[in-house]
């Protein structure tokens, strides 16, 4: 199975335009060694052909320009690469993007049912993209791990998924008062190896099914959103902890080192960085700890071979 990193930045990506953090204003004037990232999208596929996309971020134009593996159009004068869209929860960051999108539709797009309400209500796409060539063709998902799904366009793999404690986004119904299918994780499985990767950019408290799923991956793609709990406000840019907002801190003792440190996984890779955690900052000692865990740290542009 083949993994390209699209976009491993939070909500805002790196640097954030009105962002003038120390990371943000770093890597704008190049002072510290603090890498550009667009927001949150993965791709993913079998035989490096035909990609599946999970999650569509505002940067999806960019992204897709910048990778070459997504550009055939198999003889066709317009054509893509990503055959099918896999959509984890209703957030701006990974939803935006599909309104970009609108020239290459129809395309099969998996979500929950609580998913597709939110884009049909609070954030119209569904509705809205009707307009252009059909439009997105939603395929309902469900919230229970088996028996998982197989996507239209892409052979090989099967996608499990994984209820996530998270948050809803600010306009959905179901802002602070989730349920199953606001936000899943997905365990994908190479059908012809076995193995599996597990993807959970947003996640507040690890279930028993998350460390389940933690036990049995061959790699990890795991929310490195914030450092601290606090980190927002002690910076001056939310009144809100990063646990309200649905995400586990990557350092302390309920944070994201000390969970992965309990599993023998061959990849540990946190994704979806908000520009405020100073693991960006690769001369940092929050950078330093993470390479001493054995811990990566996703960029744009990765390709990770399982
Ligand atoms: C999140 O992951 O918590 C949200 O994407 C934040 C946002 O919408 O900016
Ligand atoms: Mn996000
Ligand atoms: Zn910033």
Known sequence: MYILILGSGAGGGVPQ????????????NKTLPVRERTQSSIAVSSN??????????????Q???????????????????????????????????????????????????????DLSTAFP?????????GG??????????????????????????????????????????????????LQIVDNATGKSVFYA?????ASDLVKNMLEQSSC???????????????????NRLGSQMGHMPVNGPDGTVALLQEYDIERKILIHINNTNPVLDESSTANAYLRDNGIELAY?????TI
């Not at 990890?220 to 939310?238: N, R, Y």
Request: aromatic share 8%; proline share 7%.
């Open 220 to 238: 990890a793609l795991f929310d490195g959103t914030l450092w601290l709990d606090d980190e927002m406000i002690q910076k001056g840019f939310s």
């Open 63 to 117: 992204q897709i320009n910048q990778s070459p593996l997504l550009w055939p159009a198999d003889g066709q004068q317009r054509g893509t690469a990503i055959k099918s869209i896999i959509l984890t929860d209703s957030q701006i960051d990974h939803t935006t993007g599909l309104l970009t999108l609108r020239e290459g539709l129809p395309l099969p797009v998996y979500c929950t049912d609580v998913v597709y309400e």
């Open 201 to 205: 950019p947003g996640c507040v408290q």
């Open 125 to 133: 796409v569904f509705p809205m993209l009707k307009h252009w060539h």
């Open 48 to 61: 490096r052909k035909d990609w599946v996309l999970i999650n569509a971020s505002p940067d999806i134009r």
């Open 17 to 28: 335009w009105n962002c003038h953090c120390d990371n943000c204003a770093g890597c704008r």
């Open 300 to 304: 744009d542009g990765m390709q990770i």
């Open 136 to 185: 997105l063709q939603r395929r309902a998902i469900g919230t229970t791990h088996e028996p998982g799904f197989q996507v239209e366009g892409v052979a090989g793999l099967t996608f499990h998924p994984v209820v996530l404690e998270s948050n809803a986004p600010p306009y959905s119904k179901y802002r602070d008062n989730i349920v199953d299918g606001n936000n899943i994780g």
